[in-house]
């Protein structure tokens, strides 16, 4: 999907992912002090403003707009506006102005050659000592797993995110890299079950 698509997906007032942040983010912050942080395609900024009330310095970088107005919005009515910075850019070119003590790509999919690239802009934002965590639907979500995009050509596992960061530096640390179960509620004829949906995790370590 090129910005248009992603400016009609978010064109409509109601936010179309949660505004809670995500789980292994959050966890896997859990143990930083709060420093500057980087969200590389932030859509409508959930991560973001969730590091910024953690005492964050946030940056939220996406190529639409429309998420991006989203997310100021949402920074708003959490009353961090001034720890949030919002920068309309493509996450596979971008050369950012600064660097961050963490990094977070959440749910960024995208075919290998711009993935690889993304990755590439995600490891030149990382300042020494900082930790970048990579989340997104796993290649497996597809046969095992439930929602997520359907085609494989964009998806990818811990080796191939580990592949891409590591072809960018070879320094960094690997601090995780496996696949992690995500409850979802799934609406059925009956009613609703709980299933599971399988995402890929990495994190490393710039030393
Ligand atoms: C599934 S959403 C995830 C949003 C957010 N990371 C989250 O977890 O809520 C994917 C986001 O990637 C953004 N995106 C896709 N390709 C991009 C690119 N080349 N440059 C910048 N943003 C991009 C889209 O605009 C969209 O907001």
């Not at 109601?14 to 292994?24: A, D, G, I, L, R």
């Not at 966890?27 to 859509?43: S, T």
């Not at 989203?70 to 596979?92: G, I, P």
Request: charged fraction near 25%; hydrophobic fraction near 45%; charge should be negative.
């Amino acid at each position: 999907m090129d910005a248009a698509a992603w400016n009609d997906r978010y064109a409509a007032a109601k936010f179309v992912w949660s505004t809670e942040p995500n789980q292994f983010l959050a966890a896997e912050v859990a143990d930083l002090p709060p420093g500057r942080a980087l969200d590389l395609a932030c859509g409508e900024g959930r991560n973001a403003v969730w590091l910024a009330t953690l005492g964050w310095d946030a940056t939220g970088v996406d190529f639409s707009d429309a998420g991006l107005g989203k997310a100021a919005k949402l920074a708003e009515a959490n009353e961090v506006t001034a720890k949030t910075r919002w920068v309309c850019a493509d996450a596979t070119s971008w050369v950012p102005d600064e660097q961050f003590d963490l990094v977070a790509v959440a749910y960024l999919h995208l075919p290998e050659p711009l993935r690889r690239a993304a990755m590439s802009v995600a490891v030149a934002a990382l300042a020494p000592g900082g930790t970048l965590v990579v989340i997104g639907h796993d290649a497996t979500n597809i046969t095992e797993g439930v929602g997520g995009p359907p085609d494989p050509a964009v998806l990818y596992g811990p080796d191939d995110i580990v592949g891409d960061l590591h072809s960018a530096d070879p320094a960094l640390v690997v601090e995780r890299a496996e696949r992690v179960l995500r409850a979802v509620r799934v609406e059925t004829d009956g009613g609703a079950e709980e299933r599971h949906a399988i995402d890929c995790l990495v994190r490393v370590r710039r030393p």
